[in-house]
Each structure stands twice: as C-alpha cells, then as structure tokens.
C-alpha cells in the first residue's frame, strides 16, 4: 500500500520516491489548499446530514472519511478532464466546483440531478451501481477519437476518471468497463474507494483477492494507495492521470479507507458492524493526520486552522440557507425534459395533467 | 410439492389468525416456506446479517445459516444467473432484489433464460425460482426506487407474476408462490410494508385468484398493490356519494383472473383500471382491450385507466402529483357515470 504519511503525520522515507517528488513539489500554498479543502467538504456534508435529520433532505449519502480519497484524487484532476461520481462523491464535487446545493437537489427531491455535467466536466450522481465505470470508458474511448491524449499539451490531452466502490467491483459493469478500457487503451483511470462496506456486506463478501489485483488480469496497472492519505492519494492518482493522458491507457487505483458513517442516513450499521472496529479507524482520521504534518512542519499555524474552522462554519450556515431556500418544482416539470422532440402522448398528458390541476382551483 | 392454485396446508395447523405488518406476515411466510422444504434458499444483498434494507429477512439467516440465506456479491446478474444454476441442481431460489429499478441488469437472465428454459428443455427441465421484487413509489426516495415495472414481466411468457396488498395475501402467496413449479415475479408494494393486519388461516384461494374486496354495483375497479387501499379509499368516498365501486384485488398480473373480472363488469358495466404504473401499455391495456373482445355489450361506458404519467418516475417532491391518489380514481368514475 502506498502511504506517505503516517497516521501520525510523519513522512514515510520508505515510499517510492516518484511519489515522494510529486508531494514534494507541492507548494504550501496547495498544502493548506488541501486541508481547507477537506475541512470544508466534511463541514457541509455534516449540514446536509444534520439536514436530512431535520426533514429537509429526503436522504443523505455521507462522506464522511472519505474525504483525502475524495480530494486527494479531484485534485489532481485539470479543468478538461471529466469524472464520472457515484452519489457519494461529494469532495470530488466539490474539488470541480460544483456547488455543494446543486448535489442536495436530489436528496431533496427536487430534481434527480439537476446540474449541467459538462459545465464542470462532472457527470451526474450515479446511483446504478458500477454503470457509470462503462460512461466513463465510452467517454475517454471519445476522447481518443478527438486526438485529445498524447499530444504533448497539457491543455489538451485529456483523461478521464471514474468512481465506484468496492461493492461495485461484483456489478458485471465494471468487469465490462476494465474490458474496453484495457482492449481499446482508452484514457481512462478506476479509482475505486474500497471503504469496507456496501451497506452491510463486507469486503469478504465481494472479494477473495484484493481489489487492485484485478487491473492485472485487464492487462493494465493496478495498485492500492491509503486512501486516508492525501498526499498519497493525490501523487497516485497524478501519475495515472498523466499516463492517461500521454496515451499509456487505464490504470486501477484502490483506495483503501473506510466508511465512518451509516451507509446512507437510512441505514443502521449497528446491526452488521463492531463500535470498536470504527473506533480504530478513527485514528487514521484523513484532516487530523494532515493537520498534524502541517503543523509540525510548520506550513500553518493556529491562525490558519482557526479562521479554516469559521470559513466551514460559514458554509454549513450557507449551504443550510440555500439548500432550504431551494425552489419546489412544478408538477409539470416531470414532463418538461423527457424529450427533445415534441411527443404526442407528452403533449396530451402534459395538457390533461394542467386541465386537472385546475379542476381544483378554488376548491379549497 | 404442492399445486400452488390450491392452498398451502401444511403451515396451516399454526395459531391464526395473527395481527402482523405486510414486511413481517413475508418473513413468516418465507420462514414457513424455508421449515417446509430445505431445498428453499434466499439469495439476495444485504439480507442476510442486516435483515435486508426492509428488514423482510430479519432473523432468517440466523435461525438457517449462511447457505440458505446468501449475503451474495453485488450483482444482480450474478444472482439470476447463479439462481438459475441452483434451481437445475434442485433447489428452490428465492431471489430479493433490493428495489424495482435494480433488477435490470438480472433482466436478462430473467426473461431470456429463467422464463424460457421449460419450453425450451420440452418441459424436461423447470426453474422453481421466485423473484421478490419491493416496488412502487409514495415513500419520498431517491431516484431508482419507486419503480413500477410489472408490465416488463407480465409481457413475457413463461414468467409469472403476483402481487401482493395486505398482510394475510402477503403471507400466504409468498408460500404458495414458492411452491409453484413455474417462475415467479413477486411485488411487494414497499409503502404498505408497515400497513398492520391480519392474517387468518390457510385460504381456500389459489395464488393466480383475484379477490372481491368489495362488492359493489356501479362499476368495476382494478387494482393491486398499493393501489387496492387507495381504490377502497374511493369505494368509501363513492359511496358517500352515491355511487358503488366493486373493487377486485388483480392479485395475479399473469396469469389475469378474467373469470372474476369479466363477471364483473358484465353487471356493472363500468371499469376502471388503477395502478402506478404509466398507463401506456401497462396492465391497463391488455385489461382493457380484454374487456372490451369480451363483453362490449355488457359495457355502457368506455374502459378508463388511472395510473402513472409517461414519464420517467419523478423527483419525490412532486410524486403526488404522479401517483394516482383517491381523487383521481373518483374523477374517473365521474368520468364514467356521466356515461
Ligand atoms: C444495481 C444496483 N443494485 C443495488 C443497489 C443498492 N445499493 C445502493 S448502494 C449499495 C452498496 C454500494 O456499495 P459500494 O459499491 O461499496 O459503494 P459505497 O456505498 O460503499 O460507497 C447498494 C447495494 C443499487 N444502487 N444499484
Ligand atoms: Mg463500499
């Protein structure tokens, strides 16, 4: 497993040193950008739980230690290149610059999506599980047609990035997605976060073999990085972006971390897992550990943790605002976008569904 | 084993009648089922330690180990695909997909294998498998799970599909489904999950019966799932209002009990069809073009459906507006009694 920093927060001298260059060429200015980025994503997805517990989302999908697997690899990602989420990716989001209420809209019910993809080359919530690892590769086999890989300039060649859990590595999608990706060797990078779970099923029950050692018998590189590590996540996702883009083909990364919440805000994970076993991975706390390393290296001080902490409180305060602010459809809306060519029986309906509507007016 | 068109017997020797919710009268069935015949296996995600994201198995796996109630990967090809190869070896699957909309990557196996392997091996081989399917919307989730996607099974032969409404049918039909030598498609409708009531004896009715849930003489109504109570809702208010709604519980999508439904409304002369599923080429269709090669004489007025706009399901904040309710059916017998 490739780790740079300890949970304790000290540089591993041992890791390889490819790795220890690209952490090393991180100036502290994208250093302190990083655990801004962490603190912040966790404080809204901590809103938008608290939010769901209030009635104003109809669910929520927590991230919640996730975060260094999440920012560690958005970040390493360049405006032309396109991630393919699953619902949980909300750092990664979040690193693309989307706004943190566009992904509430579809807990809320307001919309199932609701966010223009190619605006920030992130593609909807996918909650079909492993299917988008097949858009992901039916993308970059469309970014090969346009010559946009191998060309030599940075803003041009362009890879793409496709999510997905450990549970989904069973979905016949994502074998099929390895397949294409490694026959057509297509730009194309699995970054799978092997949180431990889907919902109550553990590891053992989706795997004999470690995850990483799939990409193997695709053809193409796999390896597993600590997912908890930022510094380690982001070199590892770097290299094999920049192989993606420079025509090298897909690459496989596991990142191994763990899912410190409830599945979904639906879910009890008492039922299937130990306290205790939670309690462990609390300690290899992804922000703790590079709040640590900063510190001590001396890249921020208390002045910037501190004014961090009030900019994450200030977004909680503002995300809440927004998300409740967020406008109901019309139930009209439900027939708006289905096609792009008129329909007969969308048009008939859509008219005897107002005709309807307006029978009750003024009934009340 | 037993001929599913006549009543379980043997699990009928228990105390009932029982108050229980619809979720828990299925565990009782399946744990009856499982008891009867150690060939049955449950197969599904997360039903084993968790009880399932419904808890329908809830304390299954515990009483019958890991072999017979399979936490499985998650893939549902994998599992159709391996419940078929289970079935061949002489066991009886019983499959839960987790929610509607995740049932189409089985989809496959489902119609292409599962529904077509007896006509295929010349009736040498049969596929014991039942499908538990939780559908339906009307409970606020997120996209993919309030899906209505019985009209997909209905259409291919050599499937079979039911649909369950209340606790009791809930309890014994999942019994007698497992006991049919023809696959089974089996709905629950998920927001009745928690709807209590009780289940009495072993009934005398086959698992492929409709039911009269209530007599009536104005006009016909079919439903099934979580339609029946909004429909009986409308009879209630109908009735207030002077008119008598018959409501027939389908029960059964196919085969269709056309025996009932066709005395029915021979002497209504009315009908309306309601379910949540978009309307065209729903249930509603074949119903109704049935009914009208069958008896347009008896008919006064022309067949109607209720049901789901065509449109993808929408977000949950306006599914009310999508879902048939009690009003929409009393419009419809407006509708029809100015006939
Ligand atoms: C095709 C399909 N089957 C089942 C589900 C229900 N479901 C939602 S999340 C989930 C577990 C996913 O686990 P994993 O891939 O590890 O991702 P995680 O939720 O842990 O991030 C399941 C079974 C689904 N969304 N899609
Ligand atoms: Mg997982």
């Given at each position: 497993?490739?780790?740079?920093?300890?949970?304790?927060?000290?540089?591993?001298?041992?890791?390889?040193?490819?790795?220890?260059?690209?952490?090393?060429?991180?100036?502290?200015?994208?250093?302190?950008?990083?655990?801004?980025?962490?603190?912040?994503?966790?404080?809204?997805?901590?809103?938008?739980?608290?939010?769901?517990?209030?009635?104003?989302?109809?669910?929520?999908?927590?991230?919640?230690?996730?975060?260094?697997?999440?920012?560690?690899?958005?970040?390493?990602?360049?405006?032309?290149?396109?991630?393919?989420?699953?619902?949980?990716?909300?750092?990664?989001?979040?690193?693309?610059?989307?706004?943190?209420?566009?992904?509430?809209?579809?807990?809320?019910?307001?919309?199932?999506?609701?966010?223009?993809?190619?605006?920030?080359?992130?593609?909807?919530?996918?909650?079909?599980?492993?299917?988008?690892?097949?858009?992901a590769t039916g993308y970059a086999m469309g970014v090969q047609r346009d010559g946009?890989?191998?060309?030599?300039?940075?803003?041009?060649?362009?890879?793409?990035?496709?999510?997905?859990?450990?549970?989904?590595?069973?979905?016949?999608?994502?074998?099929?997605?390895?397949?294409?990706a490694g026959v057509n060797n297509s730009p194309v990078v699995f970054f799978c976060?092997?949180?431990?779970?889907?919902?109550?099923?553990?590891?053992?029950?989706?795997?004999?073999?470690?995850?990483?050692?799939?990409?193997?018998?695709?053809?193409?590189?796999?390896?597993?990085?600590?997912?908890?590590?930022?510094?380690?996540?982001?070199?590892?996702?770097?290299?094999?972006?920049?192989?993606?883009?420079?025509?090298?083909?897909?690459?496989?990364?596991?990142?191994?971390?763990?899912?410190?919440?409830?599945?979904?805000?639906?879910?009890?994970?008492?039922?299937?897992?130990?306290?205790?076993?939670?309690?462990?991975?609390?300690?290899?706390?992804?922000?703790?550990?590079?709040?640590?390393?900063?510190?001590?290296?001396?890249?921020?001080?208390?002045?910037?943790?501190?004014?961090?902490?009030?900019?994450?409180?200030?977004?909680?305060?503002?995300?809440?605002?927004?998300?409740?602010?967020?406008?109901?459809?019309?139930?009209?809306?439900?027939?708006?976008?289905?096609?792009?060519?008129?329909?007969?029986?969308?048009?008939?309906?859509?008219?005897?569904?107002?005709?309807?509507?307006?029978?009750?007016?003024?009934?009340? | 084993?037993?001929?599913?068109?006549?009543?379980?017997?043997?699990?009928?020797?228990?105390?009932?009648?029982?108050?229980?919710?619809?979720?828990?009268?299925?565990?009782?069935?399946?744990?009856?089922?499982?008891?009867?015949?150690?060939?049955?296996?449950?197969?599904?995600?997360?039903?084993?330690?968790?009880?399932?994201?419904?808890?329908?198995?809830?304390?299954?796996?515990?009483?019958?180990?890991?072999?017979?109630?399979?936490?499985?990967?998650?893939?549902?090809?994998?599992?159709?695909?391996?419940?078929?190869?289970?079935?061949?070896?002489?066991?009886?699957?019983?499959?839960?997909?987790?929610?509607?909309?995740?049932?189409?990557?089985?989809?496959?196996?489902?119609?292409?294998?599962?529904?077509?392997?007896?006509?295929?091996?010349?009736?040498?081989?049969?596929?014991?498998?039942?499908?538990?399917?939780?559908?339906?919307?009307?409970?606020?989730?997120?996209?993919?799970?309030?899906?209505?996607?019985?009209?997909?099974?209905?259409?291919?032969?050599?499937?079979?599909?039911?649909?369950?409404?209340?606790?009791?049918?809930?309890?014994?039909?999942?019994?007698?489904?497992?006991?049919?030598?023809?696959?089974?498609?089996?709905?629950?409708?998920?927001?009745?999950?928690?709807?209590?009531?009780?289940?009495?004896?072993?009934?005398?009715?086959?698992?492929?019966?409709?039911?009269?849930?209530?007599?009536?003489?104005?006009?016909?109504?079919?439903?099934?799932?979580?339609?029946?109570?909004?429909?009986?809702?409308?009879?209630?208010?109908?009735?207030?209002?002077?008119?008598?709604?018959?409501?027939?519980?389908?029960?059964?999508?196919?085969?269709?009990?056309?025996?009932?439904?066709?005395?029915?409304?021979?002497?209504?002369?009315?009908?309306?069809?309601?379910?949540?599923?978009?309307?065209?080429?729903?249930?509603?269709?074949?119903?109704?073009?049935?009914?009208?090669?069958?008896?347009?004489?008896?008919?006064?007025?022309?067949?109607?459906?209720?049901?789901?706009?065509?449109?993808?399901?929408?977000?949950?904040?306006?599914?009310?507006?999508?879902?048939?309710?009690?009003?929409?059916?009393?419009?419809?017998?407006?509708?029809?009694?100015?006939?």
């Amino acid at each position: 497993m490739i780790q740079l920093l300890t949970p304790e927060g000290e540089l591993v001298e041992s890791a390889p040193q490819q790795y220890r260059d690209i952490a090393a060429s991180l100036t502290d200015d994208e250093l302190r950008g990083f655990y801004r980025d962490l603190v912040l994503t966790r404080r809204f997805d901590a809103e938008a739980t608290a939010l769901q517990r209030q009635g104003e989302l109809g669910l929520w999908a927590s991230l919640l230690g996730q975060e260094a697997a999440q920012v560690g690899s958005g970040r390493a990602l360049r405006p032309q290149d396109y991630a393919f989420p699953t619902y949980r990716e909300h750092g990664v989001a979040w690193c693309r610059g989307v706004d943190p209420v566009n992904l509430m809209g579809m807990f809320r019910g307001v919309n199932h999506g609701g966010w223009d993809p190619n605006d920030k080359n992130f593609h909807l919530y996918t909650i079909i599980i492993g299917a988008q690892t097949l858009h992901a590769t039916g993308y970059a086999m469309g970014v090969q047609r346009d010559g946009a890989v191998g060309t030599g300039d940075p803003d041009r060649d362009t890879a793409v990035i496709a999510y997905f859990g450990d549970g989904a590595t069973s979905q016949g999608d994502v074998s099929e997605a390895l397949v294409f990706a490694g026959v057509n060797n297509s730009p194309v990078v699995f970054f799978c976060q092997n949180n431990q779970f889907a919902i109550s099923e553990p590891n053992e029950k989706q795997t004999r073999a470690p995850l990483y050692h799939r990409a193997r018998g695709f053809g193409f590189p796999g390896l597993r990085v600590d997912g908890n590590d930022i510094l380690a996540v982001y070199a590892v996702t770097k290299v094999a972006l920049d192989a993606a883009r420079s025509g090298e083909g897909p690459s496989f990364i596991e990142a191994f971390t763990y899912r410190m919440g409830a599945h979904t805000t639906s879910d009890d994970p008492t039922k299937y897992r130990l306290s205790a076993e939670v309690e462990r991975w609390k300690l290899r706390d992804p922000i703790e550990r590079l709040k640590a390393w900063l510190a001590h290296e001396g890249k921020a001080d208390r002045a910037f943790f501190d004014a961090i902490a009030k900019e994450a409180d200030d977004l909680g305060a503002d995300v809440r605002a927004r998300c409740i602010a967020l406008p109901d459809p019309a139930g009209t809306d439900m027939f708006e976008y289905v096609y792009g060519e008129d329909h007969p029986v969308m048009v008939a309906e859509r008219e005897e569904f107002t005709a309807y509507q307006s029978s009750f007016e003024g009934a009340h | 084993m037993g001929d599913a068109t006549t009543a379980t017997t043997a699990a009928s020797t228990a105390n009932y009648p029982v108050n229980s919710t619809m979720a828990k009268a299925i565990t009782t069935g399946l744990r009856a089922s499982m008891e009867r015949d150690p060939k049955v296996i449950l197969m599904g995600e997360d039903i084993g330690k968790l009880g399932g994201v419904f808890r329908v198995t809830e304390g299954l796996q515990k009483d019958f180990g890991e072999d017979r109630v399979v936490d499985t990967p998650l893939a549902e090809a994998g599992i159709m695909g391996t419940a078929v190869g289970l079935a061949l070896r002489g066991y009886r699957p019983v499959v839960e997909i987790q929610f509607d909309g995740f049932v189409y990557p089985a989809f496959d196996h489902i119609v292409s294998t599962i529904a077509k392997m007896r006509a295929r091996s010349l009736g040498h081989v049969e596929l014991p498998i039942v499908v538990r399917i939780p559908f339906g919307g009307g409970i606020g989730a997120v996209e993919h799970h309030s899906e209505s996607n019985e009209a997909y099974f209905a259409h291919t032969a050599g499937l079979r599909v039911v649909v369950c409404s209340n606790p009791h049918d809930a309890h014994w039909m999942i019994q007698q489904a497992i006991e049919c030598r023809d696959p089974v498609i089996f709905y629950e409708p998920k927001r009745r999950y928690w709807d209590k009531g009780e289940i009495g004896p072993a009934p005398s009715r086959g698992l492929f019966e409709a039911a009269t849930v209530r007599p009536g003489t104005d006009v016909t109504v079919l439903a099934y799932g979580p339609m029946v109570r909004t429909t009986l809702q409308a009879a209630q208010a109908a009735e207030e209002e002077g008119t008598s709604l018959e409501v027939i519980d389908l029960r059964s999508l196919s085969p269709l009990d056309m025996d009932v439904i066709l005395e029915s409304v021979r002497r209504t002369g009315r009908c309306i069809v309601v379910h949540e599923a978009s309307t065209f080429l729903g249930l509603g269709a074949e119903l109704a073009a049935q009914i009208q090669e069958k008896c347009f004489y008896s008919l006064e007025a022309p067949v109607l459906r209720v049901g789901g706009y065509n449109v993808p399901y929408p977000q949950s904040r306006i599914e009310e507006d999508f879902l048939p309710d009690l009003d929409r059916v009393l419009d419809a017998v407006d509708r029809l009694m100015a006939h």
